[in-house]
């Protein structure tokens, strides 16, 4: 169990297994099993330490992944959406054991849809398709070193379709994959695409009894392997029922066709709702370390759609008639690590003392308006957040990313007079939870709308605790820096803050906000997970 508080806060908390709560679907959500491995503040991690890892690689809001190797190194991108500092990189040696490298898109263009990081004579391209008010797009951005600096956005002018993936044919020709079995050419430079999209594949087809978000043929990735190329497609829709979302595979001679599909397609599916991993697809095949075969998916985690779509990483074996199936079952239990590896560090510390810049790598504005980084200001170990409009979604509130499924944040935060301030769950503009104050009243937010002010005995600063256990949010607060806590008197269960209750493929992040016409400053942010 992490201990995120010096003055020992956490020395009640759960231990072991923890609770289980109620999610969406009304059954009990599985409690943690004892093998998870803990890294950086208690985070888990998928390296067991024994020669084994257990899914997931990347634990929380980590859907489409898009990974690259890149001689002994692995870079991974995912679908970053509304958030900005946008499309952050990892990096591996292992396929294992992943750390942050640095954000890519910074001028916000709308909601960031299954990107595609790839590298053309010793230039890193990313492909991503955006969705914005009135201009549904792709995009590319480049870089001659995968740290940076990336390149403004360039339009693409690709309405209508998402998930590009990109591929080289036999003739040095780019081509980019569209969703629905379309493709389009590429100009040399893959900065414009030349002509117009044409239809390659007719994807394949599930049983009419199978259940089904929708058909939405999307996500292809296209590699090549000996004399074919092999196209690995996502259908069955992203969400809904579990058993929908699935991997298709077919392969051909030519990009133009004509397509063979898979004998056994799907070769990735859930297939029963008591799955560990639920609406398992969107794959892309990837050599490992020694030279086997291994395949990046994402899934919805049993229980816990709050947590958004998680990476999976599962071995593929090819077979003595040309194709490939992908191993690990539901992914519930430890599997062997690819060969050859080098492991590193994984993840990346949550907790903030403000000394350093963390805006991109961890925290992120919520479809920020243009200029909206100027609220931020950092000096001196505090953090100054400049507050915007009368409540957490008038103004862009600081959000991030993190995987555990049961957590505590806990703040210093000092608000300025007609300033609102505080520490929150944030899935949209209209769905979100948390609490607040003002130097009079504490401020409950709830399902998206304000549901109370009790009084505030603090006043102006206090220091602020969100728990979140398994969906049951509790908070806490202190007036005097963390020596004596209260409980505050109302909770909140959570479990219905997800895609299939809102929409929006997104996860319920916690971060912070602030609201009014002052300013709120806040110090030592600290995350922990708990067991």
Not at 30 to 38: I, L, N
Not at 435 to 441: C, S, T
Request: aromatic share 12%; glycine share 14%.
């Amino acid at each position: 169990m992490a201990k995120i508080n010096r003055r020992g806060a956490l020395g009640s908390l759960l231990t072991g297994a923890g609770l289980a709560a109620l999610p969406a679907g009304g059954e009990a959500a599985p409690a943690a099993p004892k093998t998870w491995a803990r890294g950086i503040e208690g985070q888990r991690k998928a390296d067991l330490g024994d020669g084994t890892f257990l899914n997931p690689i990347l634990a929380g809001d980590h859907p489409d992944p898009s990974i690259l190797k890149d001689g002994a190194d692995y870079y991974m991108t995912h679908s970053s959406f509304d958030a900005y500092p946008g499309l952050l990189i990892w990096h591996s040696r292992d396929l294992v054991n992943w750390t942050p490298v640095t954000t890519t898109l910074k001028t916000n263009v709308g909601s960031i849809w299954a990107p595609e990081l790839c590298k053309h004579d010793g230039r890193y391209y990313i492909y991503l398709p955006a969705k914005a008010p009135n201009n549904n797009t792709s995009y590319v951005i480049w870089a001659d070193k995968i740290e940076g600096p990336w390149s403004e956005p360039i339009d693409l002018k690709l309405p209508r379709y998402i998930d590009p993936g990109h591929i080289v044919d036999e003739h040095g020709q780019r081509w980019l994959f569209l969703s629905g079995g379309d493709r389009i050419q590429l100009a040399p430079d893959g900065l414009s695409t030349v002509g117009a999209p044409e239809h390659v594949y007719d994807p394949w087809r599930y049983p009419d009894d199978w259940d089904v978000e929708g058909f939405s043929p999307e996500g292809p990735k296209v590699m090549r392997r000996g004399d074919y190329y092999y196209l690995v497609t996502a259908v069955g829709g992203t969400a809904g029922p579990p058993t929908g979302h699935m991997v298709i595979v077919a392969r051909a001679k030519s990009l133009a066709g004509p397509w063979e599909n898979h004998p056994r397609n799907p070769v990735v599916r859930t297939v029963d709702n008591a799955e560990k991993w639920w609406s398992r697809g969107h794959a892309t095949l990837v050599e490992g370390p020694s030279g086997d075969w291994w395949t990046v998916y994402h899934g919805y985690e049993n229980g816990f759609y709050t947590l958004g779509r998680q990476t999976l990483l599962a071995p593929v074996t090819w077979t003595a008639d040309g194709w490939f199936e992908v191993g690990g079952g539901d992914l519930s239990k430890p599997i062997p690590k690819p060969k050859g590896g080098k492991p590193g560090p994984h993840g990346k510390a949550l907790s903030d003392d403000f000394s350093t810049d963390k805006y991109g790598v961890q925290w992120a504005f919520f479809d920020p308006k243009p200029g909206e980084q100027g609220r931020i200001q950092r000096e001196n170990g505090v953090l100054t957040l400049k507050g915007a409009g009368e409540a957490p979604s008038s103004g862009a509130p600081l959000i991030f990313v993190n995987g555990d499924q049961a957590y505590e944040i806990e703040c210093d935060i000092e608000v300025d007079p007609d300033t609102r301030a505080g520490l929150i769950l944030f899935y949209d503009r209209q769905l979100y939870c948390g609490l607040g104050f003002d130097e009079k009243a504490f401020v409950t937010h709830q399902y998206g709308i304000e549901r109370g002010r009790p009084a505030n005995p603090h006043g102006a600063r206090m220091r602020m605790r969100l728990r979140n256990t398994r969906h049951i949010v509790s908070f806490h607060t202190s007036g005097d820096g963390g020596r004596t806590w209260k409980r505050f008197d109302r909770g909140m269960e959570v479990s219905g803050y997800h895609h299939n209750v809102r929409g929006g493929f997104l996860m319920l992040k916690p971060g912070l906000y602030a609201a009014g016409k002052g300013s709120a400053r806040f110090r030592d942010f600290r995350y922990g997970a708990l067991g």
